[in-house]
């Protein structure tokens, strides 16, 4: 069983920079490849971004690409998202997730393919 905090959400004005953090706990945090998903008010949850076990491997959404980044700190079990040129349709709930995986290289871009997930961050932004 692996618990999922996130934390580092807020308000913030259209052009700012947020950084989210993930904080895992309960099994080995660097077997899992971890992911960030966002859910607006009325809509589908979607995805935003993900990381492979080792750090070597992301992918992006292509609405956050160039802005967000995706990083994790295995000492620490803790994956971060770094959101900067913040616009008001990046408002949403944000939900880090995460799944055990063989693989040094995998990400997984779909909901369906995590075990965990944390309670969520609200993140706006003001236009």
């Known amino acids: 069983q692996v618990q999922l905090v996130e934390s580092g959400g807020g308000l913030v004005q259209a052009g700012g920079s947020l950084r989210l953090s993930c904080a895992a706990s309960?099994?080995?945090?660097?077997?899992?490849?971890m992911g960030w998903f966002r859910q607006a008010p009325g809509k589908e949850r979607e995805f935003v971004a993900a990381?492979?076990?080792?750090?070597?491997?992301?992918n992006y959404a292509d609405s956050v690409k160039g802005r967000f980044t995706i990083s994790r700190d295995n000492a620490k079990n803790t994956v971060y998202l770094q959101m900067n040129s913040l616009i008001p349709e990046d408002t949403a709930v944000y939900y880090c997730a995460a799944v055990e995986v063989l693989g040094a290289l995998t990400t997984i871009d779909r909901s369906v393919g995590y075990d965990y997930w944390g309670q969520g961050t609200q993140v706006t932004v003001s236009s």
């Open positions: 990381i492979s076990w080792s750090g070597v491997s992301t």
């Open positions: 309960g099994r080995t945090f660097s077997s899992y490849a």
